[in-house]
């Protein structure tokens, strides 16, 4: 069974259609790179996912059940977690306080846990723990994000942006991250403008062009067609 599966999925806002007719599966412990130029509609099927853009036909389940009808909340309680384009941390409270939010809707029995999971993986973020989110550099910033994420103990992680903004030996910590995350089990749906590094490290792609879906399959098999690279996205270096 699919941890996350879309078939025939469709999303929008009032009466635009972003995304229409995406079918893809998310197996557990796999990363799927979701690829495509600016405006194809990446970000639209992350937070339809979510549950914060409307599901327009098709069916959203997760581990089998159906949750296109469940609001944010539940979909999280089911597993789903987002880290945001643009981070959206809460400036005004520390490091530490920005992971105890994250962790809202488990168990408090589980935040140090959950806590020290973050720190060990981010130990940047355990020196600054005190800190406001707001003097952090960018890439902490995006690290925060992530472990604000992590503090709910998801199994599925989606990322929106990962490498937006950020310097380059940031963004391979925040991927290093992400693949030692994903040895451990954890799955992730990575939206990601820099889409060498992306098929670096996943395990599958979908490329949307258009809000259509032109290329579903094996990251080694986008990775040689090159054609396809260049036809519908818009980093390839």
Partial sequence: MALLE???FSCGYGEMIAVRDLSCTIEAGEILALLG???AG???TILAIMGHVQI???TLSVNGRDA???P?????ELGLALVPEGRRLFSDLTVAENLTVGGYSRSRANERHNLERVFDLFPRLAERRGQLAASLSGGEQQMLAIGRALMSAP???LVDELSLGLMPKMVDLCLEA???LNKEGLAILLVEQNTKRALDVADHVCVLASGRSVFTGPAETARRDVDLLHSYTSAVA
């Avoid at 944010?72 to 999280?76: E, G, I, S, T, Y």
């Fill in 72 to 76: 944010a909340l539940k979909r999280a």
């Fill in 155 to 157: 199994k599925l992680l």
């Fill in 37 to 39: 130029p600016n405006g």
């Fill in 6 to 8: 879309l078939q025939n």
């Fill in 68 to 70: 296109a009808r469940l």
């Fill in 178 to 180: 992400l693949e030692r």
């Fill in 42 to 44: 990446k970000t639209s």
């Fill in 56 to 58: 327009k036909a098709g």
